[in-house]
């Protein structure tokens, strides 16, 4: 027979099983009621019988003519659909889904501005989405359309409290596949929609950055240049994404993005860093000289380069027009009967590649009839001093110089073409030579810009 103590012990033990059995019915009960492991938002429900769209994202855009777009009136009753390009998963996206029509080759996207976090956990890249637009408006926003509540007849984030009953979520997934452009193909007809740029890298100004700033949550642009057409695209990063503080990669290759726009400019938002696939090897130049730093009206002392007057008074000059800066020489007002400028760049290692050509772009203003102010030259025995410079030996470079014989209107950039200086080795620099005089009226103005040497 068990002693008293015993029974007890034996009730005791069969009660704590019990409640054990209790706890763990309650709590799988209670994870079940919760979708994709994410505690902090409603559940979403999933629509098994598809809604059935009456309009497109293509027609909601052309009602756009200005002016808030309200969706009730004439406008009531409109469901549209499409699939989410966008993810806030890394926080570079915040309270917003962005849609496209299709998920390959689209035709339109939208943006809808939601006021709950964490979109990803139910709204993943991919997922079809249906928009009852009945109550909600559209509207532009620094150049980009946008739908969400009207609140006091502007349009704002679509509440947490009843996003569900204007946002149903399809079960369909699809696969994206990026629309394939390069920086030329640049649109409006391009904003929100997935993207892929090929033959991109960050420019060689940030390289050794971090996708945005590493002490505080401003968004950051970083610049990257096309190695096809060497024009610059924003990427816009945000202060408060989880990558921020990694560095951006130093190769080259693709990235994968949302397009958008701010006022008049394009720019891109990656989703993660996966979306940028830089492994290939960078096209830097061999030598390049933009100007970008030119003082406007000074005279030009860029490190490496040497600004000699062999006649007359006059150097050649910085100067800054609509931001862009350039390398200027001109004789008039200058008083001289001989006015003989030479604008030499830093010495160039042509035995480090194989291949090199040279480029550059030149533009004039004020011609005098008969007058060619500007020559191009190449050295290679030049010992890199002013004394040097008239016992050296200077090859003409044959290149396509800005004059009214080729280039009818004044202050239009003209490019040189691509001069194959292969053949050289040692170390090779580039001399531009003005010869004018302002008393014999030759005194017209010359520009020059974007030097370059390559490999291509």
Known sequence: MLSIHETKNNIMNKMNKFLSVIAIVFLGTLASCVQDDDYGIPPVAVSNTELVTNTNIGLIKDMFTGNLVSFSGDNAGLIVSGYVVSNDESGNFYKTLIIQDAPENPTAAIQIDVDVTSLFSFYKPGRKIYIKLDGLGMDEQNGVLHIGEVVNGEVERIS?????????????????TPMVITPA???????????????????????????????NTFSVNRYLKNCTDESETILRNSGFSDFKNQLFPEGRGSITAVFS?????????IRDTEDVDFTE???DPVFEETFSDAIDGSNLNNPGWINYAEEGGEL??????????YA????????????????????IDMDAQDGEMLSFQTEYAYPDAGHYP??????????GTE???????????????????????????????????????????????????????????IHVENVKVFVP
């Not at 947490?160 to 994206?176: K, N, P």
């Not at 050649?316 to 800066?325: A, I, L, R």
């Not at 500007?374 to 010992?383: K, P, Q, R, W, Y």
């Not at 004394?387 to 009214?404: F, K, S």
């Open 316 to 325: 050649w000059t910085e100067q800054v027009y609509s931001g862009n800066g």
């Open 387 to 445: 004394a040097g410079i008239a016992t050296a030996t200077w090859e003409p470079v044959m290149a396509t110089i800005a004059h009214p014989d080729n280039t009818p209107d004044w202050f239009t950039w003209v490019d040189s073409g691509n001069i194959d200086i292969s053949g050289y080795s040692g170390t090779l620099y580039v001399a531009f030579k003005y010869t004018g005089s302002d008393t014999a009226n030759q005194n017209s103005t």
């Open 185 to 215: 193909e640049f649109s409006d007809d391009l904003i929100n929609m997935l993207v892929q740029i090929d033959d991109m890298q960050l420019r060689s100004e940030d390289l050794g950055s971090a996708y945005a700033n590493v002490d």
């Open 160 to 176: 947490s409290a009843d996003y569900q009953e204007y946002i149903v979520r399809s079960s369909e997934v699809a696969v994206l």
């Open 261 to 269: 726009k701010y006022n008049s400019s394009y720019q891109l938002f």
């Open 281 to 283: 090897n960078r096209c």
């Open 374 to 383: 500007l020559e191009v030259f190449i050295s290679t025995d030049f010992d």
């Open 328 to 347: 200027e020489f001109s004789a008039f007002n200058s008083g001289d009967a001989s006015n003989i400028g030479w604008l030499i760049s830093p010495g």
